[in-house]
């Protein structure tokens, strides 16, 4: 508990000197492979902007832009980088894994179908949101629908991050109580969410 008040003050401290482009920058390393978790950088700002130091929408903002700015850093490196090496070690050794060039071409095109929807709920769930941009890569998503969608899921993560700041931040025990219970209730809206696409294409 200590570290974590530590961490928080020191972050609090960052923001002070950085402002929005430290908001910026830390969110941008969040949505990359970093493991920074998001819950020490938007509610400590937020918390700021409660005692008049910042705005929460720019807050919301910069933390959203960030967030695709670290995705599209990833997007980038999976297709220049991961997709042909991919495609070398399925060439190469896909054999023996019983991997096919045809297989990963299904999943491209699964992409091409469902990436929108995929970006969207990766982005609210924990642990996926640092990773779910090199699938994307990978499989050549449509850059405009990977920014969008991860610009919408991002948004609405932030918001919220932001929302538990701005009420709760001078309390750390509610804090923590309504981050876990909004976390849960946005895995629940994803699994609603997921549900209805589903019967949607179904139906379709």
């Known amino acids: 508990m200590e570290i974590i008040y530590s961490l928080i003050n020191q972050t609090l401290f960052f923001f002070e000197k950085s402002g929005y482009l430290g908001i910026f920058f830390l969110m941008a390393l969040e949505s990359t492979l970093i493991p920074i978790p998001s819950e020490l950088i938007i509610p400590p700002a937020a918390y700021l902007a409660y005692k008049g130091k910042m705005s929460v929408s720019g807050v919301i903002i910069f933390g959203t832009l960030g967030s695709l700015a670290g995705s599209l850093f990833n997007y980038f490196m999976a297709l220049r980088v991961g997709r042909p090496f991919i495609l070398y070690l399925i060439k190469r050794y896909g054999k023996i894994f019983l991997l096919t060039e045809k297989g990963f071409y299904k999943i491209e095109r699964f992409w091409e179908n469902h990436g929108h929807i995929s970006i969207f709920i990766g982005r609210l769930l924990p642990g996926f949101r ?50 876990h219970k909004g976390s849960y209730g946005i895995i629940i809206f994803c699994i609603i969410l997921v549900a209805f696409y589903i019967k949607f294409k179904l139906k379709k």
């Open 130 to 179: 640092h990773v779910i941009s090199i699938p994307a890569g990978l499989a050549r998503m449509d850059l405009l629908l990977f920014s969008f969608f991860t610009t919408f899921g991002a948004g609405i993560w932030c918001a919220f991050l932001a929302f538990c700041g701005y009420f709760f931040g001078k309390n750390e025990v509610l804090l923590k109580e309504y981050l």
